[in-house]
């Protein structure tokens, strides 16, 4: 009776655990991505996507991380890249390159509060040219190895 209970048991906890898999609250959980903000080369906002690039920043808000959507956005040889931490955090940037799950690192390294700029040249690990697709981007800032917040947007290379 004992190990039958402890297999439902191990059975229900399997079954919880991949159900949570597609957890929404988890930014890089649900791939292939979709939606963008388009920008145009400067910036300026063509078409919202209200769940990408939060925090925005914004005179009001003084979150410790805020970013500015990436611009432009659909690319097709490089995207700028914008955020502003607000004390000093260690920022880790990446692209989540799919189908193969892969991150590219763009920064990891200890920052001041600042405004800063990056422009990805839309290539991978390797230095190749990544194929049509949505990549997501994922900024963590991180104090003592606790996350205190993270921001992700979605920039679509599109030729």
Not at 20 to 47: H, R
């Amino acid at each position: 009776m004992r190990l039958r209970n402890c297999v439902v048991l191990l059975s229900f906890l399997s079954t919880l655990l991949i159900w949570n898999c597609g957890d929404s609250n988890n930014p890089t959980a649900n791939a292939p991505f979709e939606g963008i903000v388009k920008t145009d080369s400067q910036g300026d906002i063509l078409e919202e996507d209200p769940e990408d690039w939060q925090p925005r920043c914004t005179a009001q808000s003084k979150p410790p991380l805020c970013v500015k959507p990436a611009y432009p956005n659909p690319t097709a040889e490089r995207t700028t890249l914008e955020w502003t931490i607000n004390e000093t955090l260690l920022v880790e940037l990446s692209v989540s390159i799919m189908p193969d799950g892969t991150n590219r690192v763009l920064v990891n390294e200890v920052l001041s509060p600042g405004d800063y700029r990056l422009v990805w040249d839309v290539r991978d690990e390797s230095g190749k040219i990544l194929p049509d697709a949505i990549y997501r981007v994922l900024i963590k800032a991180m104090q003592n190895n606790i996350i205190q917040t993270e921001a992700f947007g979605d920039i679509q290379i599109q030729r």
